[in-house]
């Protein structure tokens, strides 16, 4: 791979190239269709409910210039005035206005204006004439605006949005604003229509080998005559080759409808998708109307076909699986909500890493490149529509209950949508419709805790979770629909008729918190239920803490222990091993696989106003298995040692200096190691502390598990002495390896003198969208990183790129995420560490990065930028080569100037 780099980019000159555009990488990688183009460039914002903006004449010179996606909530300051469930982060009003000059060729188009999510309360204005609004801040919403656009290549058009983020209407951090891309739809006016495609595989359990794929096809003929046109589809690998024969079907599309083609292909062996090889297709659909107009649109997707069984939980292509699944909210630590698919693509690396092979998207829908990421990475999906239905929740009177029943109303042109039409209905099947060919996503969840902390009347609950399921099926028959429920272990009697909907449709029940025995209850009681713990743990952990084992209420932090959780959950260990101990559950889904802002618990307040003594904090909270900046917390490896097979795990806690840790009386600690290591040793200073060994299990389905001294991990009581505390692993066979991870020694360090600064990917494009992830770790002299001291972090920047977030993890740090300018921050480490954030710009070149601190030696390291080409090679993959030394590549070449051809 390497010498094709050199190849291709010292051989450009040779090629008439065409570059990407900054924006395309989302839309060409992860869109299904190829006519869209991205338009987050160049808006103009503002703060504030101004009168006029929605009109073309409106002069917003003295608004600001951002680059979509964007989060107004996340640039303010942590305040008193919100809650401390939404993270001390206001919402407000504000305004969005873009401006698009659209060349001639485009007149007789079809064009669809398509958001991806805005928070919330969005009305949208086209030269000045308001074509709907949208509510919900997490589904996406489209408008055709053919008939409003000016396609002349001279006159202005411009889009307003106004977006309402009223508070309070969340029971976590919802960000505020225009947080997903934006794009502009271009097709002929006879094309596939919006999320007009529906693949399926019926009979692929049965005969995989003939890879039977059956098609359905919405086209919208928007003209004011019927149309004769061709339908061709074929399937391609993922190569590009052909592996179906073309179907080819000819239909009359009727003037000003939709009309719909069935048909049915032959793969001979389709790969299967699975979390270990997801292997995708892509359905090519070209349409060719009688005048020679052609559309061409690309659907992906995948072949696989899995079971929710009530006695042997889940199986994937035939195979027993247990769900080891993590819960997702969708911020992202100091970028607040902005879905930038780097940040989301970096948190579902941590996950899959730890040996995640599942994701339940909490407690809305996710962003799609979200989902697309887990179709290409391999992890299996939970998407959830709501976090409440028509009452409010935790006093949040602006949260979806006031919609939930709302009517469309007859002047909102919002596609999918109809008069008399109820939010709730279009969400949800927004939801379906836009994620339904995704091999990833196995279950619809119309709901999370729907009962919970909720007042008002719910006699009609159980209706609504009818419709809900009723609306799911008629968008997608082939994937269960299934609930977040914490009451049926109450006997509930609305959640027993709520679930009855569910379990009539051949559903499948999501238990949270429930524990041991009770799962055993519920399992005799229901012995045809499907079951698995939608959610589990809400345990606490701060990122190397050792001096509790519980919570401090002193310092308002916790312990890195799992000894601490919420009253309603438990530590990691006892619920892993109610889930392993049971075939009969699915899996587990873990609250959480990363901090989030907001919902800050043990310290959570549902009102305006500080619940501590540190005013508008912590503004972030506890649960995840990595802290808000994405770095690993010790019950990370927890979890890699018993979920992830692909690699050996060996992690030791505490640290090993005197005044960062627990020494009882007698002058011992606790030791403990995470490991999957049939034994291991424990060494101090080179002496053996003693080697201890697990005694394996196995359930009736196979699933197996460790124990010595009846946990899940090794302990020692160990009697501190400075030095070296190390742990080593052995095989079955007595031998010692050495190919693990996590963190196999702790030794006594010095004061902190150095730094380390490690860039996840040292290569990034110059796209203006592209993201490295900087590492800053103290460390002394010798190396030896140093989590027990902290200092202030002075970072600048030069070159093509700018730093657009800093974050150290510390739930009780409301100094802002964001620098006041591009090219410097200042921030401290929180137990010897920080994250910074840097984007590239869209000019090519070295990104240079110079961090200082009192009392520490500076440290730099360099981030090269480039632009990426086609020619006859095609487009070069950057997911291949992020491993190579690139900035030594890059500074050794001399690019020539090429002119950019459209």
């Known amino acids: 791979m390497k010498r094709f780099l050199i190849i291709l980019l010292g051989s450009m000159c040779m090629f008439s190239l065409c570059m990407i555009c900054p924006q395309a990488e989302t839309s060409t990688v992860f869109s299904s269709s190829a006519r869209e183009t991205i338009i987050n460039d160049t808006w103009m914002f503002t703060l504030g409910d101004i009168s006029g903006a929605e009109s073309p004449d409106y002069d917003d010179s003295s608004w600001r210039q951002i680059n979509l996606p964007h989060d107004w909530s996340i640039e303010g300051e942590f305040s008193t005035q919100g809650e401390a469930e939404s993270g001390f982060l206001l919402g407000g009003t504000g305004w969005y206005r873009k401006t698009l000059i659209l060349p001639e060729r485009l007149k007789d188009k079809r064009m669809i204006l398509n958001f991806d999510g805005v928070y919330m309360n969005s009305t949208v204005y086209v030269n000045g004439k308001e074509v709907g609004r949208h509510p919900f801040g997490y589904t996406p919403f489209m408008f055709d605006l053919t008939s409003i656009l000016i396609c002349d290549g001279e006159s202005k058009n411009v889009i307003a949005v106004k977006v309402e983020n009223l508070q309070p209407n969340s029971r976590w951090y919802s960000g505020s604003g225009i947080y997903r891309d934006v794009s502009l739809i271009v097709s002929e006016k006879t094309a596939v229509a919006p999320y007009g495609v529906q693949i399926r595989t019926p009979s692929l359990s049965e005969s995989p080998e003939k890879g039977e794929t059956e098609i359905t096809i919405h086209i919208d003929n928007t003209l004011p005559e019927n149309k004769k046109i061709s339908v061709r589809n074929t399937i391609l690998d993922h190569e590009g080759k052909a592996v179906s024969d073309t179907q080819v079907s000819q239909i009359t599309a009727d003037k000003n409808s939709t009309a719909v083609v069935q048909e049915t292909l032959y793969v001979n062996d389709p790969v299967l998708w699975s979390t270990k090889e997801p292997v995708l297709y892509t359905l090519r659909t070209e349409i060719r109307t009688e005048d020679g107009h052609k559309d061409v649109t690309e659907t992906t997707f995948g072949y696989r076909y ?31 909500s902005k879905a930038y698919t780097r940040a989301m693509e970096r948190q579902l690396e941590l996950m899959k890493n730890m040996g995640a092979n599942a994701v339940r998207m909490t407690h809305n829908p996710a962003d799609r490149d979200m989902v697309a990421l887990c179709d290409r990475m391999g992890l299996l999906v939970i998407e959830e529509a709501f976090d409440t239905w028509s009452n409010s929740k935790n006093f949040n009177f602006y949260d979806y209950g006031m919609i939930f029943n709302e009517q469309i109303s007859g002047d909102n042109q919002i596609l999918g949508g109809k008069a008399g039409m109820t939010w709730a209905e279009y969400d949800i099947k927004q939801m379906v419709l836009r994620d339904r060919n995704s091999p990833s996503v196995i279950l619809w969840s119309i709901g999370n805790e729907i009962l919970g902390n909720i007042g008002g009347d719910i006699s009609s609950y159980p209706a609504y979770s009818a419709n809900l399921v009723k609306w799911v099926r008629e968008c997608d028959d082939t994937r269960p629909a299934t609930i977040g429920d914490n009451k049926t272990e109450t006997e509930n009697q609305t959640q027993a008729e709520m679930n009855r909907a569910i379990i009539d449709a051949q559903g499948v029940i999501g238990l949270n918190y429930v524990h041991g025995e009770k799962y055993d209850g519920i399992h005799e009681t229901h012995p045809y239920w499907p079951l698995y713990a939608s959610e589990t743990i809400s345990a606490f952990y701060t990122r190397s803490n050792y001096k509790t084992y519980n919570i401090d209420y002193s310092t308002f932090q916790t312990t890195g222990f799992d000894t601490a959780h919420a009253e309603w959950g438990s530590s990691a260990e006892e619920s892993w091993m109610d889930i392993i101990t049971r075939d009969y559950l699915a899996g587990e889904f873990i609250w959480t696989g990363m901090d989030y802002i907001g919902e800050p618990e043990p310290w959570n307040g549902l009102t305006q106003g500080s619940v501590t003594t540190l005013g508008a904090a912590p503004r972030s909270n506890f649960f995840g298995v990595t802290d ?5 917390k010790d019950i990370y490896y927890f979890y890699q040692s018993q979920w992830n097979d692909e690699v050996n795990t060996l992690h030791i806690l505490p640290t090993w200096n005197r005044e960062e840790i627990q020494i009882d009386g007698s002058g011992y600690t606790d030791v403990i190691v995470y490991s999957d290591a049939p034994s291991v040793e ?5 002496e053996s502390l003693g080697k201890k060994s697990y005694t394996t299990h196995t359930t009736d389905q196979g699933y197996t598990w460790q124990e010595c001294d009846g946990h899940l991990y090794y302990t020692w009581q160990v009697p501190y002495t400075e030095g070296t505390l190390e742990a080593h692993a052995y095989n079955e066979k007595g031998e010692e390896f050495f190919n693990t991870e996590g963190r196999y020694e702790v030794k006594t360090h010095q004061n902190a003198s150095e730094m380390t600064l490690e860039a996840d990917h040292p290569l990034i494009l110059a796209d203006h969208q592209s993201l490295s992830y900087v590492l800053i770790q103290l460390t002394d002299s010798t190396g030896i990183p140093v989590t027990g001291e902290d200092v202030l972090l002075h970072m600048e920047l030069t ?12 739930p009780r740090d409301t100094t802002s995420f964001l620098p006041e300018e591009d090219t410097s921050v200042s921030k401290r480490t929180f137990h010897g560490a920080c994250v910074l954030i840097i984007q590239s710009t869209d000019e090519e070149g070295t990104i240079n990065l110079r961090v200082t601190a009192e009392g520490i030696n500076e440290a730099e390291t360099q981030i090269a930028s480039i632009r990426i080409y086609t020619g006859l090679e095609g487009i070069l993959n950057i997911q291949e080569w992020q491993d190579l030394n690139v900035t030594e590549l890059y500074q050794s070449m001399i690019l020539p100037e090429i002119e950019v051809m459209s």
């Open 306 to 336: 899995y079971q929710f069984d009530a006695k042997n939980g889940f199986t994937l292509n035939g195979v027993p699986m247990k769900l080891k699944g993590v819960c997702l909210h969708h911020d992202q630590g100091a970028l607040g």
């Open 628 to 632: 808000t900046a994405g770095i690993p």
């Open 682 to 686: 424990l060494t101090l200073n080179g």
């Open 799 to 810: 070159g093509n790129g700018r730093i657009i977030g800093v974050d150290n993890g510390d």
